[in-house]
C-alpha cells in the first residue's frame, strides 16, 4: 500500500494568484494522478504527472493554467495558476505502484477556495 | 469514450438492511476495471472494491460485493448488513484496462443509513 499526502490541506486566495499544491508519497509509485473536484460534483482527471518528463492533459485542460511537476518517483506538484473563483475545487492526487495493479490511492485532498 | 452512469443521486436506507448501488458502464473496450470509492464527509477517497473484465467471479471485500453484469454493462455494488458509518458519497468509476491507470467517475450516490 502507499500512504500520501498532500500540502496545503485547504487554502483561501485571491482572484489572479496562484496556488501551487504539492503530493508526497511514502513509497516509490510508478503513476501519479490529478484530479478536481468541483463543489457537490464529481471527480474530473486534470492530468497524468510523468516522471522526468511533460504531464498528459485531459481533454479540457492545459498546461498554462495547471503546469504540474514530477521530479521523482515519490513527488508530484500541481500549479492552479491565475485563479478565478471558478477553480473552487478539492484537488485530489492519487497514485499506484504498477499500472497492472489495481489498487490506486488517493491522497487527502486540497480544499481551494477563490475569493 | 469510457462513460459511468449513476441514476440514484441519494439513497436512504434504515441500519442492518441490505442496499444496492446502482453503476452501469459504456465502453468499447474488451480489457477494463470497475472500481467502488466511499467519501465520507471528511473528504477522502477510500477503495472498496475492484473487478476486472476478465474475472469469472464478482468480487467480494468484507460487506461489500460486487454484483457483475457483464453482458447488461452493470457493476453494482452490495453492502449487507449496513451501518451508520456507511453514510457517504459512494462514487463508480472505470479504468481503460484492468490495472489501475486514470479513472473515469460516476456521479456518485449520497447513501443516509437511518437508525
Known amino acids: 500500500s502507499a500512504v500520501i499526502s498532500q500540502k496545503p490541506s485547504r487554502d483561501i486566495c485571491q482572484r489572479g494568484t496562484s496556488l501551487t499544491i504539492q503530493c508526497q508519497v511514502d513509497?516509490?509509485?510508478?503513476?501519479m494522478f490529478w484530479y478536481r473536484q468541483q463543489p457537490g460534483q464529481s471527480l474530473t482527471l486534470i492530468a497524468t504527472?510523468?516522471?522526468?518528463?511533460?504531464?498528459?492533459?485531459e481533454s479540457g485542460f492545459v498546461i498554462d493554467k495547471f503546469p504540474i511537476s514530477r521530479p521523482n518517483l515519490t513527488f508530484s506538484t500541481l500549479t492552479v495558476s491565475n485563479m478565478s473563483p471558478e477553480d473552487s475545487s478539492i484537488y485530489l492526487c492519487?497514485?499506484?505502484?504498477?499500472?497492472?495493479?489495481?489498487?490506486?490511492?488517493f491522497g487527502p485532498g486540497t480544499r481551494l477556495t477563490v475569493t | 469514450a469510457q462513460k459511468i452512469t449513476q441514476t440514484q443521486p441519494g439513497m436512504f436506507v434504515q441500519e442492518k438492511e441490505a442496499v444496492t448501488l446502482d453503476c452501469t458502464y459504456d465502453t468499447s473496450d474488451p480489457s477494463y476495471g470497475l472500481f467502488w470509492y466511499k467519501q465520507p464527509s471528511s473528504g477522502e477517497m477510500i477503495f472498496l472494491i475492484y473487478q476486472g473484465s476478465y474475472d469469472q467471479q464478482n468480487a467480494t471485500e468484507g460487506r461489500y460485493s460486487l454484483n457483475f453484469q457483464k453482458a447488461r454493462k452493470s457493476a453494482n455494488l452490495v453492502i449487507s448488513a449496513s451501518q451508520l458509518g456507511d453514510s457517504a458519497m459512494y462514487f463508480c468509476a472505470m479504468s481503460p484496462d484492468q490495472g489501475a491507470q486514470k479513472l473515469v467517475f460516476g456521479q456518485g450516490t449520497r447513501l443516509t443509513i437511518n437508525p
Open positions: 513509497s516509490q509509485v510508478t503513476m
Open positions: 504527472a510523468n516522471q522526468g518528463s511533460e504531464a498528459t492533459y
Open positions: 492519487s497514485a499506484s505502484t504498477s499500472p497492472r495493479n489495481y489498487e490506486q490511492y
